[in-house]
């Protein structure tokens, strides 16, 4: 969802009210907890108080807001029906709830009232669908009486803005107040100064394909001077991906056009779980390690404990990756020999083959349970490779891409998982298709997406999906 600095500002502010209500629906839950029990005749437990499930709030506090905009809650505030809210709710609490069983099974964190979960998510759910239909009849009451409304003058030709309106969601301009359309091709700009005087206009919005530069430049110019905003619709600029965002050099105001996601607390968010998950995982699984470390040890004696190779990083920037050594020593040497022998099941530059007979037998153990990808989570660790993103490629593997748009997998740091890992790995033979899934998962990129992409990666691991 694209929203406006001014919109995203108002969404940070509805989302943290969101935060506090929760934790005002748990603090509410742990005050009904005794009485409802009275009034049910239930027996007495001895679960934990609110304090005790302090994890709960860590969680629920902060992702509520988060999962509860992948949703859609927080669009289209004005419009919503009831059922739309009511369903994006239950979805979200659902997703939540979930989220904190499991983590309450795993971790193993015993002092956890049910009572005070069933109570907190039911409550949860009518508060925050309370909030939800006050601020929505408040802001259509608002509206309607004109309250908070600007006045706007729509700059440029009859057929022009006519378009510029046809493209705009009548929800994100049902606050424009519109005074006039000021047809810049037949008027003067001077025009322009007397008409934001006399009507005390708050916008300017030009949307100006034909019209003369230097008439616009003028325009601007006057919108400046009397401290009015000028909005300036980039449809001279046809994009398919990248998104328009200004950006400054300097005092040098630049139109940045992005296809990629932008710095955000989510990205932000997403490199420090990284580093921290990583380093976790490292330590936990140090077991398994030992375990391949001894079988290769003992599997090929003659090779290298590790495989290290060049690979793209992000922008193609190269690397050294490192995995637990699965083939025989001189595998890269016989790398031609075996495409001429056994061709490549992988149309497109990058090579796979099933049953690879450089592949030795312990080593085909450890690919099969993904024990060899463990030491990528150094490179994570190293700020090389995220625990999500499109799969590193051999340096010679990207030299030979032959569409330019194949590069723009390298727009993000590449990852140990991704979309194509989760969907069961070598059911894909197809580098366009590997392709098409890396550029949706840039496209589409969010936190949530990456949490949903390590779910779907568990049961493929440990099913041992598509592992060859």
């Known amino acids: 969802m694209s929203v406006s600095r001014k919109d995203s500002f108002t969404l940070q ?13 748990f ?27 302090a994890w709960v709030l860590y969680i629920a506090v902060p ?7 992948h949703f859609g809650f927080y669009e289209r505030v004005r419009q919503k029906p009831l059922r739309s809210a009511a369903w994006q709710l239950t979805q ?42 006050i601020l929505s009849h408040w802001v259509a009451r608002r509206r309607e009486r004109g309250i908070g409304s600007e006045k706007v003058v729509l700059a440029g030709s009859e057929k022009e803005v006519a378009e510029l309106l ?39 919005v030009f949307s100006t394909k034909t019209t003369e530069f230097e008439k616009v430049a003028i325009a601007v110019e006057i919108c400046e001077l009397q401290g009015v905003e000028a909005w300036i619709a980039a449809s001279f600029i046809r994009t398919q991906i990248a998104r328009p965002v200004f950006d400054s050099v300097g005092s040098k105001p630049m139109l940045v056009l992005r296809s990629t996601p932008e710095l955000s607390w989510e990205l932000m968010c997403k490199g420090l779980f990284d580093r921290v998950a990583s ?12 375990f391949a470390a001894i079988g290769i040890k003992l599997s090929s004696p003659n090779g290298p404990l590790m495989f290290s190779q060049m690979r793209a990083g992000r922008y193609g920037s190269p690397f050294r990756m490192w995995k637990f050594r699965t083939m025989v020593a001189n595998a890269e040497e016989l790398l031609e020999q075996i495409k001429e022998e056994h061709g490549n099941q992988m149309d497109g530059p990058v090579f796979k083959l099933d049953r690879d007979p450089r592949i030795f037998p312990f080593g085909a153990l450890l690919r099969k349970l993904s024990i060899d990808e463990l030491p990528q989570l150094l490179n994570v660790f190293l700020g090389d490779m995220s625990l999500v993103g499109p799969r590193p490629l051999p340096l010679y593997e990207v030299e030979a891409f032959s569409e330019i748009s194949h590069r723009r997998r390298l727009s993000v740091k590449p990852g140990i998982t991704c979309e194509w890992q989760a969907g069961g790995r070598n059911k894909i033979t197809s580098f366009e298709d590997w392709v098409e899934m890396d550029l949706r998962y840039i496209d589409n990129w969010s936190l949530w997406l990456d949490f949903q992409i390590l779910l779907r ?3 493929a691991v440990l099913l041992a999906k598509g592992a060859k």
């Not at 502010?13 to 629906?25: E, G, M, P, R, S």
């Not at 009232?113 to 239909?133: A, V």
């Not at 380093?279 to 030992?290: A, G, R």
């Open 63 to 69: 992702f509520t807001p988060l999962v509860l905009e």
């Open 92 to 133: 979200g609490i659902f997703i939540i709830g979930l989220v904190i069983s499991l983590f309450s099974v795993f971790a193993q964190l015993g002092g956890t009232s049910r009572l005070i979960l069933g109570l907190g998510g039911f409550l949860m759910f009518f508060i925050l669908l309370g909030r939800d239909r």
């Open 27 to 53: 603090w509410l839950a742990s005050l009904m907890r005794a009485p409802t029990r009275e009034w049910f005749s239930m027996p007495s437990s001895e679960d934990g108080s609110l304090a005790a499930m």
């Open 166 to 204: 046809a493209d705009l969601d009548p929800e994100a301009i049902s606050d424009w107040d519109i005074v006039e359309h000021f047809d810049l091709s037949l008027r003067p700009p001077e025009d322009l100064f007397a008409l934001l005087k006399k009507e005390s206009i708050a916008r300017v």
């Open 457 to 459: 990666t568990i049961p």
């Open 13 to 25: 502010v509805i989302q943290i009210t969101d935060a506090f209500l929760v934790w005002v629906a």
């Open 279 to 290: 380093l976790i995982v490292i330590v936990l699984t140090l077991p398994l390690w030992i």
